[in-house]
T-cell receptor, first 117, second 109 residues
């Protein structure tokens, strides 16, 4: 099946620094990728929808200037957490959409753990 | 390699019971998750199993056997709103999530 990778797997950084997380679709092209945030044993919270070649669509309450999303190619989307603070510590998961309509499938990445000290 | 297997699609009748199986082979094990995802929506957390046995939560139950690398999600008294994709995910020794491809459950009246 299709594979989605994320890099890095773990990030520990100091408060105030920026962190970039990459999401790649390894064997298919994804015009749409999604970024989620997950708290322990809770549902995935959709942060934004990333469309190749256009601006990302952010969910209500998600600061677009803090969580910068770039989807420069059909296989890569990046999420940059700018000026990270301890409350940004979380598990960030991306997914990539393959196919359209009834044939659409969403593949999830392994996640990136961010710890801001 | 790491692998999660679950059926691609299942069909069941409203009011009935359905069991969705998930088998896994991963490097280490730190728990297994089940999520429900309706089309166009984010996955909703259903259950987390880290010890062997059955966990019941209302109409939904989840079972885990670590020795067999096997889990199932049991849905009782099926309702039309249960039509969705059900995702099985295992957290490996690096606390990374390994995802199954999801099982599309179709409920018929």
């Amino acid at each position: 099946g299709a594979v989605v990778s994320q890099h890095p797997s773990w990030v520990i950084c100091k408060s105030g620094t920026s962190v970039k997380i990459e999401c790649r679709s390894l064997d298919f092209q994804a015009t749409t990728m999604f970024w989620y945030r997950q708290f322990p044993k809770q549902s995935l919270m959709l942060m934004a929808t990333s469309n190749e070649g256009s601006k990302a669509t952010y969910e209500q309450g998600v600061e677009k200037d803090k969580f910068l999303i770039n989807h420069a190619s059909l296989t890569l989307s990046t999420l940059t957490v700018t000026s990270a603070h301890p409350e940004d510590s979380s598990f960030y998961i991306c997914s990539a959409r393959d196919g359209q309509g009834a044939q659409e499938t969403q593949y999830f990445g392994p996640g990136t753990r961010l710890l801001v000290l | 390699g790491q692998n999660i297997d679950q059926p691609t699609e299942m069909t069941a009748t409203e009011g009935a019971i359905v069991q969705i199986n998930c088998t896994y082979q991963t490097s280490g094990f730190n728990g297994l998750f089940w999520y429900q995802q309706h089309a166009g929506e984010a996955p909703t957390f259903l259950s987390y199993n880290v010890l062997d046995g059955l966990e019941e939560k209302g109409r939904f139950s989840s079972f885990l056997s670590r020795s067999k690398g096997y889990s199932y999600l049991l849905l009782k008294e099926l309702q039309m709103k249960d039509s969705a994709s059900y995702l099985c995910a295992v957290m490996d020794s690096n606390y990374q999530l390994i995802w199954g491809a999801g099982t599309k459950l179709i409920i018929k009246p």
